[in-house]
């Protein structure tokens, strides 16, 4: 049966998948939204920090106000779920402990993230990691912790890394290789340092736009100062065994028709410095005109024949292909984030299957300093004033020390770093008490880096 038929029968037999969800921003409002019309799902409890802000996410995106309560007890969301509403609190804890099936963490917070993921896991909960944060910074480990509890960590469908993750699993699964893999985004090389003052300029967001509740100007800083596409690759390539480049992202700047000429080996004509890796292009060129037939919303994956026969088809059937013929590409040029959010609901409930889960330790996302800093300073994350991520590979990150961007909030700089110098764990002064840094460590420690 396919997802829509099994959730139909959920709700027939009154045994709706239920649902938590944590953290109330714009990727949980845009689920918010279908979940209420989606057959077979309940959201049982939202927590996030500010439950107005919740709530208002909620009505929001059409909510009836009736159906929804503050409550603050793993008793008080149960209750409230007996009686087909849905609770709303400040306590994450008590909503992972509660009659839930399966936990959304939609924080973007790497401690958060990795207190949740392993309460929920410990707790018989499945978890679907919208915090793609946390899953570069700790994938293989939360992945370990989930089949010692017989439990699934899934990535985020709707998010580009889920997406990228079926495209490469559709490829292989009919005996294609796959090249190259990645998604699209705007770029510029200035945009690196980008800071959530420059940002809406930057974006020509509207101050009706940025005032509307749904944009965080720390996270749509990571978009654009190349942090968050460093972070989405890291996590397709753990999930998928595809490569980081030596070079990091290059950002190339090519739209969706001249994927497979491009997003090539170096020794077939293309810009790779092997097959098998991931990629983001730019949806402008350097400078600064459109793309044609841009990739900016998308995702893609380019592929390589494996015989001459192969070849001959793909031409046969319209492919585009590059001048040898071998290598071909498919995209999908948009992606709709939470609102498709409910198919990893419904994989991971009803399949048993994740919709991309990272389980090795191949990419990792270095912290490069935005200017220069000195003792003193303290770092602010992804997305901020001090530092933006740089795709690399882990055996090269953990020989050289390397700060991984998801421990760089609050980090304290007790050496001089240059601009555009990598940060390594010396140049710095962290938490060490942290989950995310007790967690971090021991996976350095237990795993052998792919590649």
Known sequence: MNLFTQLQKREQESKPIRVGV???GKFAAMFFSQARLTPGIKIVGIADLYPEKAKAACLRTGWPEAVLTFQSTVEGINRAADTEKTAITDDALALIESNVDVILEVTGIPEAGTLHA?????????VVMVNVETACLLGPALEKKARQNGRIIS???GDQPAIICEQIDWARAIGLEVVCAGKGTRYQPEYRYSTPDTIWD???????????GD???????SFLDGTKSAIEMCAVA?????????????FPAVGADHLQEVLIPKADGGILEQSGTVEVVASENRDGSPVKND?????????KAPTDYVRRCCNEYGLKTDSSGYYSALYRPYHLIGLELGISVASVVLRGEATGATGEFIGDVAAVAKKNLKPGDTLDGEGGYAVFGRLVRA???????????GLTDHAKVVKPVVKDSILTYKDVQINENSAAFMLRKTMEEEKSPVG
Do not use: C, H
Request: a negative charge; glycine letters at 10%; proline letters at 3%.
């Open 202 to 212: 930057y974006y020509g967001f509207t101050r009706e736009q940025v005032d509307s």
């Open 238 to 250: 753990d999930a998928s065994g595809l490569l980081p480049q030596t070079a990091g992202l290059q």
């Open 395 to 405: 055996q090269e990150s953990l020989a050289a020390g390397y700060l991984p961007m």
């Open 118 to 126: 392993m309460r929920a896991l410990e707790s018989g909960k499945d």
């Open 215 to 221: 944009y965080n100007a720390k996270m749509f800083n």
């Open 295 to 303: 990739l900016r919303w998308g995702t893609y994956v380019v592929f």
């Open 155 to 157: 990535l985020a469908y």
């Open 22 to 24: 944590i953290g109330a």
